[in-house]
C-alpha cells in the first residue's frame, strides 16, 4: 500500500467554476476524512466517513461542499460555485475504527480560486 | 466545546538548543497524538501518548501526557535543521473525533 493518495496536488480555478478533488486512502482503513487548511494553522474538519456512510459533517461547511464515499472506498470532495474564500490546502485523512488510531495524511491538494 | 492550545504558536531558535513545546486544554482526552507536518505536505504522526504521566521518547523528542490527560508537551534537545517544521497536536476525546491545536511553526537556524 502506497499511503494516502490525493490528485490533483495543485488546482487553479476561476471564482465560480466548480471543483472535485479525489482520496484514495490506505485500503485497510475503514474511516475517511477530509479537513482544509491554511497556512500556519491546524487543520479544520470537514466531514468523515466510516465505509461508506458520511457520519459527521462540520457546521461550518456550507451547501457549497458536497463529499461521496460510494463504495467505501476513494472519496470525492465537490466545491461548486468557488469564491477567493475556499484557496487552502485540502487535506484526506485515513483511519482504523480503533479509538486513538492515528491518522495518515495525504499530500493534500492545494486550491487557488482567482 | 473542547480546545487544545498550543504555546508557543512560533519558535525560531538555533541549532544545538533545547525547546519545549506546550498543549494544554481543561478536556480531558483519552489519549493525545503529536504530528509533523512540512510545507505542502500532509501532517506525519510521530507519537501517541495514552496513559496519564506516560512519557515516549522519539531520538532527541521527549513527549509526556499530563498526569489528569488534558495537557502534553513536546521536548527537543540539540535541535538540528531537520526538526523544523509545523509541530500539532490532536487530543482524542470520547467520539473519536480528533481536536487539533493550531500548530507551533518551529524553525531551526544552522
Known amino acids: 500500500d502506497t499511503g494516502v493518495s490525493q490528485d490533483p496536488r495543485h488546482k487553479i480555478t476561476k471564482r465560480g467554476q466548480n471543483v472535485t478533488f479525489r482520496c484514495d486512502p490506505i485500503?485497510?482503513?475503514?474511516?475517511l476524512y477530509w479537513y482544509r487548511q491554511t497556512l500556519g494553522q491546524g487543520p479544520e474538519f470537514l466531514t468523515y466517513?466510516?465505509?461508506?456512510?458520511?457520519?459527521?459533517k462540520s457546521r461550518l461547511l456550507s451547501d457549497r461542499f458536497s463529499a461521496e464515499r460510494p463504495k467505501g472506498s476513494f472519496s470525492t470532495l465537490e466545491i461548486q460555485r468557488t469564491e477567493q474564500g475556499d484557496s487552502a490546502m485540502y487535506l484526506c485523512a485515513s483511519s482504523s475504527i480503533h479509538r486513538g488510531a492515528g491518522y495518515t495524511f495525504g499530500s493534500g491538494t492545494r486550491l487557488t480560486v482567482v | 466545546t473542547q480546545l487544545l492550545e498550543q504555546s508557543p504558536q512560533f519558535l525560531s531558535i538555533q541549532e544545538g538548543e533545547n525547546l519545549t513545546v506546550y498543549c494544554n486544554s481543561s478536556s480531558v482526552f483519552s489519549s493525545l497524538q503529536w504530528y509533523r507536518q512540512e510545507p505542502g505536505e500532509g501532517p506525519v504522526l510521530l507519537v501517541t501518548v495514552v496513559t496519564g504521566g506516560e512519557v515516549k521518547k522519539l531520538k532527541r523528542l521527549t513527549f509526556q501526557f499530563g498526569d489528569a490527560r488534558k495537557d502534553s508537551s513536546l521536548h527537543i534537545t540539540a535541535a538540528q535543521p531537520g526538526d523544523t517544521g509545523l509541530y500539532l497536536c490532536a487530543g482524542v476525546p470520547s467520539n473519536y473525533q480528533l481536536i487539533w491545536g493550531a500548530g507551533t511553526k518551529l524553525i531551526i537556524k544552522p
Open positions: 466517513f466510516q465505509n461508506e456512510a458520511q457520519l459527521e
Open positions: 485500503s485497510e482503513h475503514n474511516r
